[in-house]
């Protein structure tokens, strides 16, 4: 596995795969690597001729009070984890190499971003949406892969697929979990080890909300329960607990077929998130 650092020498390296059309993967990561971002590696592994992984913690996604400066990093680690999962290319843009210049364009993510997580990180995904669009422009992938832990953010980088032509296949991939049912996250290791053993109520709340909207079809009842669950039996606070129609993201309505269940919950220094799609067939 090679490391670098700068566009140039990453497009370099590229060249001559793309003019052997060679399929490319792209697996975006802001680091602190975990299995959920090797699990990503080796599907991507398995479908292309070579890897790339971004390890970068892109400061335009994170808000003026939130984690950026404190985001978790290792990169010893990620180099190791990155190549025992197959990767080829470990890029590791600097913030100056990645963002040069500010010319004030902005990419403008709509209606789909300001709800869930985008409610309480405003401008989070146009940040999200401008990382990723000079990724794909500097590497070009075959196919990009994305986790389905951040299902908000991999409907909205399909919209930018969809709306700005990117010649790229977006790939999902289902969440990797702890083996109490915690979704893996870089984030995890801000838990208190009091908070890190509660923390599973939040997969087991989103699950009991699933069977119950699939028993009862009563979305109010299954969404209270499940903040409840979260309520009583961790010390989080809910700051969203929804569920809503697939990948559009809209109020569900009677036609729904796949659903998505999503919440973020506040720990005393972590905001976590989890999810769980399903789609009607499961009644
Ligand atoms: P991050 O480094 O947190 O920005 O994540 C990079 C990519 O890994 C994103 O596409 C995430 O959705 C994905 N990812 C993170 N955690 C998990 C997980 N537990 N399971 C599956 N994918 C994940």
């Given at each position: 596995m090679k490391i670098i650092t700068t566009i140039v020498e990453l497009q370099q390296e590229l060249e001559m795969h793309h003019l052997e059309n060679k399929k490319i993967a792209l697996v975006p990561t802001m680091g602190y690597l975990h299995e959920g971002h090797s699990t990503l590696a080796k599907a991507a592994r398995q479908d292309n001729d070579l890897v790339v992984m971004?390890?970068?913690?892109?400061?335009?996604?994170?808000?003026?009070?939130?984690?950026?400066?404190?985001?978790?990093?290792?990169?010893?680690?990620?180099?190791?984890?990155?190549?025992?999962?197959?990767?080829?290319?470990?890029?590791?843009?600097?913030?100056?190499?990645?963002?040069?210049?500010?010319?004030?364009?902005?990419?403008?993510?709509?209606?789909?971003?300001?709800?869930?997580?985008?409610?309480?990180?405003?401008?989070?995904?146009?940040?999200?949406?401008?990382?990723?669009?000079?990724?794909?422009?500097?590497?070009?992938?075959?196919?990009?892969y994305f986790g389905q832990k951040d299902a908000q953010q991999l409907a909205l980088i399909k919209l930018l697929v969809r709306d700005y032509n990117f010649p790229v296949t977006i790939c999902g991939v289902p969440i990797v979990r702890?083996?109490?049912g915690l979704a893996k996250s870089s984030r995890n290791v801000f838990l208190t080890a009091e908070e890190r053993k509660q923390a599973p109520v939040i997969q087991q709340a989103l699950q009991q909300a699933k069977d119950n909207f699939l028993k009862h079809h009563d979305k109010e009842f299954a969404i209270q329960n499940a903040i409840d669950m979260i309520e009583t039996k961790t010390s989080g606070h809910i700051d969203y607990l929804e569920l809503r129609s697939y990948p559009d993201l809209q109020e569900i309505h009677p036609e729904t077929n796949q659903f998505l269940?999503?919440?973020?919950?506040?720990?005393?220094?972590?905001?976590?998130?989890?999810?769980?799609?399903?789609?009607?067939?499961?009644?």
């Amino acid at each position: 596995m090679k490391i670098i650092t700068t566009i140039v020498e990453l497009q370099q390296e590229l060249e001559m795969h793309h003019l052997e059309n060679k399929k490319i993967a792209l697996v975006p990561t802001m680091g602190y690597l975990h299995e959920g971002h090797s699990t990503l590696a080796k599907a991507a592994r398995q479908d292309n001729d070579l890897v790339v992984m971004s390890d970068f913690v892109n400061p335009t996604q994170f808000g003026p009070n939130e984690d950026y400066e404190n985001y978790p990093r290792d990169l010893a680690r990620d180099e190791k984890i990155a190549s025992e999962a197959g990767v080829d290319y470990l890029f590791v843009p600097t913030v100056d190499e990645m963002y040069p210049a500010d010319g004030g364009i902005r990419i403008e993510a709509g209606p789909a971003s300001k709800i869930l997580c985008g409610a309480a990180r405003p401008g989070h995904f146009n940040g999200v949406l401008q990382v990723v669009s000079k990724l794909f422009h500097i590497v070009q992938p075959t196919n990009a892969y994305f986790g389905q832990k951040d299902a908000q953010q991999l409907a909205l980088i399909k919209l930018l697929v969809r709306d700005y032509n990117f010649p790229v296949t977006i790939c999902g991939v289902p969440i990797v979990r702890e083996d109490d049912g915690l979704a893996k996250s870089s984030r995890n290791v801000f838990l208190t080890a009091e908070e890190r053993k509660q923390a599973p109520v939040i997969q087991q709340a989103l699950q009991q909300a699933k069977d119950n909207f699939l028993k009862h079809h009563d979305k109010e009842f299954a969404i209270q329960n499940a903040i409840d669950m979260i309520e009583t039996k961790t010390s989080g606070h809910i700051d969203y607990l929804e569920l809503r129609s697939y990948p559009d993201l809209q109020e569900i309505h009677p036609e729904t077929n796949q659903f998505l269940l999503a919440t973020a919950v506040y720990f005393s220094n972590v905001r976590l998130i989890d999810n769980i799609l399903f789609t009607i067939e499961e009644i």
